[in-house]
């Protein structure tokens, strides 16, 4: 059993807070296939936080096949990141990386990365949509 | 959807003060719906005319389908914890239970005793003797014992400590996960409620300023900021909540159900607060010149 946190000021929802606190701890290997998360009575009793909000958390890790709601009984993992995940980022991972290496070549500090970054990826959004 | 709550243009005047003006609401049944504002706005008015408790002076209030103060029927379905959670201090939390199934048709003894239980509080202690965060799950208890399908609460966690505020929100919430239930809960600071409540409602003197689903509202509203425009050249296809402006900048709080980006705008994101405070600020048109003469 994994006990969550919340940060309410990292600026990232409650909700998806607690998803990415599941992933984690799939990827640590803190949970496995087969182990309960905490109900959503519990979860909410502990925080103080609205029952949607963990019912949509653990909706979003249903729908990514992470987690199986039983009936009655609790939410389970049925499935863990394959390592073939973080593989497939390699490549990515190496080009970004020497992109990084680049961008400080070129005198941008990590303020000035991220705001390119963050610009760029706003206006890919507005370029497909 | 069910709606739990329907309020037209429900209006409380006393004499000529106006407390409530033309409130018009539609709460979905199941939300826990944070009543903000501040104090003296008529967050309390509204809560003691959906519980039944005053007469509007016009305007009408439909709650769970029937109108608040139709009588013991209607009663039954609604718990009310008044502001600064009382209760009768010479009364043991005994008496208080016992009152409670005494005065209540639907009373449920085992959901009330187990929580007191569970609360590691002594039946035999006198109301009069519990800190300020006991009392409080006391009342709130009581509302509980009655199973009600819509709790109404008025300010409960202003006066509590910070732990006492985290233990009596997580006891409503796990009340409403088990009950699914209709929460009202009012409070002056919305940072108490960002955690609990899914729908909103600004009041602010007297009148409704915005009212909607919490991740709605989040993810319609806006700060942008750009080099200085004239006050009424916000984002195409935005509506401005608040502007602000010095010489050379332009700030807008905008609601937008489409994403800005236009790169001549930088774009964050909201908080519950900040997205409040602007509309507990919004734009008064004529403001607007002033702000150019002082930021010169």
Sequence with gaps: ?129 | MTTAIRTDALTKRYGRRTALDACTLDIPAGRVVGLVGPNGAGKSTLLQLLAGLLEPTSGTATVLGGRPSSGPEQLARVGFVAQDTPTYSGLTIRDHLRLGAHLNARWDAGLAEARVARLGLDPDQKAGRLSGGQRAQLALTLAMGKRPELLLLDEPVASLDPLARREFLGGLMEFVAEQGATVVLSSHLVTDLERVCDHLVLLAASHVQVSGEVDELLATHQRVTGRRRPHDEAPAGTSVVRSGHTDRQSTFVVRSSVPVLDPEWAVEPLDLEELVLAYMTQDVVDAHDLTVEVSR
């Design chain 1, 1 to 129: 059993m994994i006990e969550f946190h919340l940060d309410a000021r990292s600026g990232v929802s409650p909700y998806l807070q607690l998803v990415q606190q599941v992933r984690h701890a799939l990827r640590l290997g803190i949970l496995a296939v087969g182990d309960q998360l905490p109900t959503v009575k519990d979860v909410v009793a502990t925080l103080a936080i609205n029952p949607n909000t963990v019912s949509k958390a653990y909706r979003e890790l249903e729908y990514e096949g992470l987690v199986e709601a039983r009936q009655g009984v609790g939410t389970f993992v049925v499935r863990t990141f394959g390592e073939s995940t973080l593989a497939a980022q390699g490549p990515l991972r190496d080009e970004l990386a020497a992109w990084l290496d680049r961008a400080r070549e070129a005198g941008l500090d990590e303020e000035g990365i991220e705001a390119l970054f963050r610009d760029t990826v706003r206006a890919a959004v507005g370029r497909t949509s």
